[in-house]
């Protein structure tokens, strides 16, 4: 009866990999996605994140937000699995967007093929400010409709300190016209990568097969090295006004303490209680009142943030 083992080490073989994520080798470069805020909750709260594939390969995303509350960070922010209803209700949306049931302590896990592939904060960092500008790549997010890690349909959310939602908005695909308004926003704020993505040309024939898509999603090797700098959308200082995008002289999180680099692009060290700087109030929608760069203080310790952290994966 050698087919009982082969049946129980299957099984277990499934357990093992259910809550590791596969990279998306390929996207389709015809689909752009947006979150657009206001939506839910706080209207005060605007801007937009933007999901894009347009060499076809990991998805690119650029977060572009202003308003958020003064003196109350770090925000987490995650994609939710359901959609926001007609009435705004943040509460509504769901859990965190986990299909492969991974567990919600990103910070803890060995790289982020284990973290929640909607824990975006959990990957990539908390935001420690009143506005906020970031690009970065994200290999476990697809715009694959046949994909397990398909991200249109569902919502981004930020939260306060205490997992409070702030707002949220629905991720929906781009149409014609808000594509367009996108490029125009980009032209008018001189932002020759975000341009440069959406407007690169399709050949005439372009077509996506997303059955075949499916087959290059990998499980990789718990070994295997980190992506490269270069799969940012940028490897330079954005406008030299931000240290939220990496340049070539910093050295990658990645490439320190594995249990720290979730930490986004802001040092550990950056963390410190009553931190007097900002590293990143700045926003492509205009410097007003709430966008001055006169920093955020960020109440309590490394410790604290982490424990949020883990609370924020676990309720909301």
């Not at 970065?136 to 694959?144: F, K």
């Not at 550990?268 to 009142?289: F, R, V």
Request: with cysteine.
């Amino acid at each position: 009866m050698i087919f009982i083992p082969i049946i129980i080490l299957i099984y277990l073989v499934s357990i093992a990999a259910s809550d590791k994520s596969p990279k998306i080798k390929k996207n389709p470069r015809n689909v752009v996605a947006v979150a657009d805020f206001p939506f839910g909750g706080d209207t005060q709260v605007k801007g937009n994140v933007v999901f894009s594939a347009k060499e076809g390969k990991h998805v690119n995303v650029h977060i572009d937000m202003t308003g958020l509350p003064k003196d109350e960070g770090p925000f987490f922010y995650h994609i939710h699995e359901r959609s926001v209803p007609g009435n705004g209700n943040c509460e509504a949306v769901g859990l965190h967007f986990n299909p492969y049931n991974a567990s919600p302590v990103c910070d803890e896990q060995k790289n982020d093929a284990y973290c929640q592939v909607g824990d975006l904060s959990g990957k990539h960092g908390c935001i420690n400010t009143t506005c906020f500008e970031l690009k970065y790549s994200d290999p476990y997010l697809s715009l694959n409709r046949k994909s397990k890690s398909y991200i249109i349909g569902k919502s981004v959310v930020f939260h306060y300190p205490n997992l409070t939602k702030i707002a949220c908005a629905d991720i929906e695909e781009a149409n014609e016209l808000r594509l367009q308004s996108l490029i125009d926003e980009y032209t008018q704020t001189d932002d020759a990568i975000q341009l440069k993505e959406l407007n690169t040309p399709l050949e005439t024939d372009y077509k996506f097969d997303e059955v075949e898509a499916l087959s290059s999603e990998i499980y990789h090797s718990d070994t295997d090295p980190d992506p490269p700098q270069q799969e940012l959308i940028s490897t330079e200082k954005l406008y030299n006004k931000t240290d939220n995008v990496y340049s070539p002289e910093e050295t990658r999180p990645s490439d320190q303490n594995k249990k720290s680099h979730r930490h986004s692009l802001l040092p550990l060290a950056k963390w410190k209680k009553n931190s007097p700087k900002n590293y990143s109030n700045i926003s492509i929608h205009g410097i007003s009142s709430d966008c001055l760069n006169d920093g955020m203080m960020v109440t309590g310790s490394v410790f604290g943030s982490l424990v949020l952290g883990i609370a924020a994966g676990i309720f909301v």
